[in-house]
């Protein structure tokens, strides 16, 4: 099955650490973003990337790092400069940037 | 950078009735998607729209770019339909509005 699949599907940190979640897709596409969701919110873009070895900056992207090392994996790092990173955190993917995005089942962080 | 605004916030609808929610947006842009979100927080993509009309099956959408908005028809609404609706646009970066929940009574 084609899809897009993230891990752990909640996670829980603690003060001063650094955590990362997992995204991988075997879509074949080119494009990958991370997004974060607060209670009763929208989404806001944190990082995106277009091709292996390029990512962008999104809205809020300070407190976090990404990587785009295979073009199916593109994983994100909560650090602990992140001083609220309780949210829900959803990666998506595309075929290529302006075209239509697929959401993963989303990580739920939580702060201990 | 783009606003978005989604109206209305909330809807409550009794099963079969037709709804209609807008998304306007403050700036010219190539890409508009409508998402569902479900109760557990999974999103499905519902149209990929920047402009014109497309149906499929109970849903339709019709984004008007030059004049920068987008509306949703939702038809003989079910249960199922429940649970909060996005509208989504931007260029190589998307901006989401906050949301429209629906909720379908049976």
């Known amino acids: 099955d084609g899809g897009i699949t993230q891990s752990p599907k909640y996670l829980f940190r603690k003060e001063g650490q650094n955590v990362t979640l997992s995204c991988e897709q075997n879509l074949n596409h080119d494009a990958m973003y991370w997004y974060r969701q607060d209670p009763g919110q929208g989404l806001r873009l944190i990082y995106y990337?277009?091709?292996?070895?390029?990512?962008q900056k999104g809205d809020i992207a300070e407190g976090y790092s990404v990587s785009r090392e295979k073009k199916e994996s593109f994983p994100l790092t909560v650090t602990s400069a992140q001083k609220n990173p309780t949210a829900f955190y959803l990666c998506?993917?595309?075929?290529?940037?302006?075209?239509?995005?697929?959401f993963g089942p989303g990580t739920r962080l939580l702060v201990l | 950078g783009i606003q978005v605004e989604q109206s209305p916030p909330d809807l409550i609808l009794q099963e079969g009735a037709n709804s209609t929610l807008r998304c306007n947006f403050s700036d010219s842009v190539n890409n508009l998607q409508w998402f569902h979100q479900n109760p557990w927080g999974q999103l499905i993509n519902l149209f990929y729209i920047p402009s014109g009309t497309k149906q499929n099956g109970r849903l339709s959408a019709t984004t008007v770019a030059t004049e920068r908005y987008s509306l949703l028809y939702i038809s003989s609404s079910q249960t199922t339909d429940s649970g909060v609706y996005f509208c989504?646009?931007?260029?190589?970066?998307?901006?989401f509005g906050a949301g429209t929940r629906l909720t379908v009574k049976p």
């Open positions: 998506a993917s595309s075929p290529a940037v302006l075209q239509t995005q697929y």
């Open positions: 989504a646009v931007g260029s190589r970066d998307m901006r």
């Open positions: 990337s277009q091709i292996v070895n390029d990512f």
